[in-house]
């Protein structure tokens, strides 16, 4: 079964930092571009950051500098560090696969991350 899990969403004060998981199932891990997006109360999901297969980095300007974004083949997870924590960056966080940067066909479930003033 194809499947993306994310964990170590929570409660932080501004300034604090987070690191999110994702770790996959049922897919060759390494053969994917591997996503993170973010969803903010009604607001449309947004690209977070991105770790291609090749290993290179790409980043939405509002969190470039702040958080980033790591892979580890052999546990088929993806990461996310995020420092410097803004309360604009309160959203629920979803990870994302795909063979083509244009095109994510599998998402996780999502996990909240709230920063507080």
């Known amino acids: 079964q194809v499947q993306l899990v994310e964990s170590g969403g929570g409660l932080v004060q501004a300034g604090g930092s987070l690191r999110l998981s994702c770790t996959a199932s049922g897919v060759t891990f390494n053969y994917l571009h591997m996503a993170w997006f973010r969803q903010a109360p009604g607001k449309e999901r947004e690209f977070v950051a991105v770790i291609r297969r090749s290993a290179t980095m790409g980043y939405a300007d509002s969190v470039k500098g702040r958080f980033t974004i790591s892979r580890e083949n052999a546990k088929n997870t993806v990461y996310l560090q995020m420092n410097s924590l803004k309360p604009e960056d309160t959203a629920v966080y979803y990870c994302?696969?795909?063979?083509?940067?244009?095109?994510?066909?599998?998402w996780g479930q999502g996990t909240q991350v709230t920063v507080s003033s």
């Open positions: 994302a696969a795909g063979l083509r940067e244009s095109d994510y066909t599998i």
